[in-house]
């Protein structure tokens, strides 16, 4: 089955330490993206990646790293989790034709203390 | 990228057609309309998209304004499981797929 995986789906962590939210997806799709949707706000859009190596900027990316060694991983990493960083998380990917459709994840939702 | 405005909530009788609005008066001529949804809080779900010509799939048919600057979702026959948040969002065909969020339309389909 054609799917984006993320995990945890769920995680309470405190400031400070340092996590790692994975993302895979197994359609062999080159573009993957990790957005945050916080209430009142809609999702965001915090890095993507174009292709392995690739990676640049969203709208919101302060407080994340991300990194593409392999085509289908996509982990975005906090080194140092701050309660503002408590949201829900999505990871989407895209083929690279055709109409331009995300895949989402099903989510993972962080709480910072 | 062009901003939409959708109305806050709407409602719909099970088994009627949900007929969902969306202003994009901004849009310019290379940039598409999406149309997603969101369940509770599963990830987004794509139903459509189109650039200039009415478009039709088993979930959904859009129907955009010849002078684009608004669109309809229109869902055929709703059912309970159509409750959702729907985002209408205007893309560029651009590489990076970012699109951009509103806040959608809360859509709950009365039995």
């Known amino acids: 089955e054609a799917q984006v995986t993320q995990n945890p789906r769920y995680l309470i962590t405190v400031t400070g330490k340092k996590l790692t939210v994975t993302c895979s997806q197994n359609m062999n799709h080159e573009y993957m993206s990790w957005y945050r949707q916080d209430p009142g706000l809609g999702l965001r859009q915090i890095y993507y990646?174009?292709?392995?190596?690739?990676?640049d900027k969203g709208d919101v990316p302060e407080g994340y790293k991300v990194s593409r060694k392999e085509k289908r991983n996509f982990p975005l990493i906090l080194e140092s989790p701050s309660p503002n960083q408590t949201s829900l998380y999505f990871c989407?990917?895209?083929?690279?034709?055709?109409?331009?459709?995300?895949?989402f994840g099903e989510g993972s939702r962080l709480t910072v203390l | 990228d062009a901003k939409t405005t959708q109305p806050p909530s709407m409602d719909c009788a099970e088994g009627r057609a949900a007929n969902l609005p969306c202003n994009h008066s901004?849009?310019?001529?290379?940039?598409?309309v999406y149309w997603y949804r969101q369940i509770h809080s599963q990830g987004p779900q794509y139903i459509i998209h189109?650039?200039?010509?009415?478009e039709t799939n088993e979930m959904a048919s859009l129907i955009i304004t010849e002078d684009r600057k608004s669109s309809t979702l229109i869902l055929p026959h709703a059912t309970l499981r159509d409750t959702a948040v729907y985002y209408c969002i205007v893309r560029n065909a651009g590489n990076n797929r970012k699109l951009i969020w509103g806040l959608g339309t809360s859509l709950a389909v009365n039995p």
């Open positions: 990646s174009m292709n392995v190596e690739v990676t």
């Open positions: 189109g650039l200039k010509n009415n």
């Open positions: 901004t849009i310019s001529g290379n940039e598409y």
């Open positions: 989407a990917s895209s083929p690279p034709r055709g109409t331009g459709e995300l895949f």
